[in-house]
């Protein structure tokens, strides 16, 4: 479900709350405030708050087969096109469950080059089914994009300096937050069970405590 035009006027106008200033009653309301507000929004407004952060309400996981049809110059020897909704890359693995990360890739003009046959990618995408899902944002998300949209426009709109840094460090601050709170959303981490360690417990499996290896003959 992409952004409703209900969802539009209820940015612009968090927006204007946000920088202290008179809400619209509609987005065709001839007022400096709201051509203003298009133009951020048209200058991919949406799309450069995504980018500001790895959202887990925007994530997407992907399976990508290499092109055949491209043959990389470098010295990687598969293309992968970067799909359209990309927004910004979180995750490149080499399987399925996302542990084993891709350290060896280039980019180049819309595709990623690697020398294996198939990647598994998570990126911050704009599709309506996941970043511009307005269903989708959380609170502490909504009021950091009002905030953003506030701050891009507080300049002209007041002719104060003095305001503009002030709700820029405010929309700092809701940023952090909003990343904060997204985060709390990850699955929990655990580190890489060390060598010595998977080798004793390989061995307790065997019920010989991991000493058959070690036993004298």
């Known amino acids: 479900m992409a952004i409703s035009a209900a969802n539009k006027l209820s940015i612009y106008n968090g927006a204007l709350l946000f920088i202290d200033e008179r809400s619209l009653s509609a987005l065709t309301e001839a007022v400096e405030s709201r051509r203003l507000l298009d133009?951020?929004?048209?200058?991919?407004g949406i799309n450069t708050?995504?980018?500001?952060?790895?959202?887990?309400?925007a994530t997407r996981g992907s399976k990508l087969e290499?092109?055949?049809a491209i043959e990389p110059d470098s010295g990687y020897n598969r293309a992968?096109?970067?799909?359209?909704?990309?927004?910004?890359?979180?995750?490149?693995?080499?399987?399925?469950?996302?542990?084993?990360?891709?350290?060896l890739y280039d980019t180049e003009a819309g595709f990623w080059l690697t020398s294996l046959d198939e990647i598994y990618v998570k990126y911050?995408?704009?599709?309506?089914?996941?970043?511009?899902?307005?269903?989708?944002?959380?609170?502490?998300?909504?009021?950091?994009?009002?905030?953003?949209?506030?701050?891009?426009?507080?300049?002209?709109?007041?002719?104060?300096e003095t305001k503009k840094t002030a709700k820029e460090k405010d929309c700092a601050r809701l940023l952090v937050n909003a990343q904060s709170i997204d985060a709390?959303?990850?699955?929990?981490?655990?580190?890489?069970?060390?060598?010595?360690?998977?080798?004793?417990?390989?061995?307790?499996?065997r019920g010989d405590g991991g000493l058959r290896g070690r036993l004298l003959g």
């Open 80 to 103: 992968f096109e970067m799909p359209s909704d990309l927004v910004r890359l979180t995750a490149m693995c080499s399987d399925p469950f996302y542990t084993t990360p891709i350290l």
């Open 124 to 160: 911050v995408s704009n599709d309506g089914a996941y970043g511009t899902d307005y269903s989708l944002w959380p609170p502490s998300f909504k009021r950091y994009v009002e905030a953003w949209f506030g701050c891009q426009i507080i300049g002209k709109l007041t002719q104060s």
């Open 184 to 205: 709390m959303n990850d699955p929990t981490k655990f580190r890489p069970i060390g060598r010595f360690r998977l080798a004793r417990s390989r061995g307790a499996t």
């Open 39 to 44: 133009s951020v929004w048209d200058r991919d």
């Open 66 to 68: 290499y092109e055949p």
């Open 49 to 57: 708050v995504l980018e500001h952060g790895q959202w887990n309400f």
